[in-house]
């Protein structure tokens, strides 16, 4: 059995009764019934996702997953390819929005090659887990092998499986590759049946031919490859990405390991989407944190079935949207170990 299906197979259901010892306890807390709102979910969802009726997450890592489009030839992005290089190498510096945001929550942030075009220096700090340079031209053909979709989920699951082991007991994700709006709306697309010119957008900038050019250039990669809908993996390894890919790795191991993972905006959302068609018990283990700008995003979450948890016009992608959302997970932990109860404060209601 290989690593994927390994860790598949290792994911079970929350903890339903830790999560109802834990609702019995926020709802005694000391505070009008319900009026915490979702901080009081969440914390009930920790308890089954830890098995722990008064969670833990101390130590806190964003894996931000980087990798390039071959769909980039097509003219989709005004940005120059070589930014996804640059960028990557820029993440261990702590000089991004992700890198800024990641010193105030208190998080590491670990940068991943599971694809990039160029070649990484060795010494920029990033784990080398490169499946090939780039994604094939979905418009012309699958943008990579099934076995290379494959590949870069389990980069996706070796990394974060070191972090866990390592003492991380909360995980983000995050991902660098231009262009990648345009496989990430291909996959929502497929997994919703929705046209793409309802949630295609602009993304870091669209190319000179504008949203129509990139709306028609996704609808041909649909119909070139004929994804089928009901298979994730053909999904993702016909219109995907690889550091799509590495991100559903990431969501997968978390779950396995019975720890919390934080999904950036929609490109993560988009790698949620997969790991949950191939595994649904995983959603569980998922924290959403925040709407993105992106047109498609509000649909990626509707069919995830989950509701972010703030919504501040954010669309930078890296994991600056989870790592943001840290500190509330915090407050969720907190609540329960540091609120008195209505009978431990000595008061009769």
Avoid: W
Wanted: hydrophobic share 45%; with cysteine.
């Amino acid at each position: 059995m290989c690593m994927y299906e390994n860790t598949v197979k290792k994911i079970e259901r929350l903890d339903q009764v830790k999560m109802e010892e834990a609702r019995e306890r926020v709802d005694a807390l000391i505070k009008p019934p319900k009026s915490l709102g979702k901080l009081e979910d969440l914390a009930v969802q920790l308890a089954g996702i830890t098995k722990n009726i008064y969670p833990e997450v101390s130590k806190k890592a964003v894996i931000v997953m980087a990798g390039d489009h071959g769909v980039y030839e097509e003219g989709i992005s005004s940005n120059p390819q070589e930014v996804t290089s640059m960028q990557t190498t820029f993440f261990s510096k702590g000089i991004t929005g992700v890198g800024a945001i990641a010193k105030v929550s208190n998080a590491d942030i670990i940068t991943v090659d599971v694809g990039v075009k160029d070649v990484i220096p060795a010494d920029a700090g990033v784990i080398d887990r490169k499946i090939k340079h780039g994604t094939n031209n979905m418009m012309k053909g699958p943008a990579m092998t099934r076995d290379e979709a494959i590949r870069a989920i389990e980069a996706g699951i070796e990394v974060a499986l070191e972090q866990i082991k390592a003492g991380v007991d909360m995980l983000g994700v995050g991902e660098m590759g231009i262009g990648n709006t345009t496989p990430a709306t291909a996959i929502v697309s497929v997994l919703g049946d929705i046209e793409p010119s309802e949630i295609t957008g602009r993304g870091a900038g669209t190319g000179a031919g504008g949203i129509g050019h990139k709306i028609e250039v996704i609808k041909r990669a649909i119909e070139v490859n004929k994804p089928n809908r009901e298979d994730a993996l053909d999904i993702l390894s016909k219109v995907g990405g690889l550091e799509i890919a590495g991100m559903t790795g990431v969501m997968l191991a978390a779950a396995a390991s019975r720890i919390p993972v934080v999904i950036d905006g929609y490109i993560a959302t988009s790698a949620a989407l997969i790991a949950y068609s191939l595994e649904p018990k995983s959603k569980g283990y998922m924290i959403p944190s925040h709407l993105s700008m992106e047109p498609g995003a509000k649909k990626a979450s509707e069919l995830l079935g989950v509701k972010p948890f703030i919504d501040m016009d954010l669309c930078l992608g890296e994991g600056s949207g989870g790592a943001l959302v840290f500190p509330i997970i915090d407050a969720a932990c907190s609540m329960l170990k540091s609120m008195a109860t209505f009978d431990e404060a000595g008061m009769k209601l």
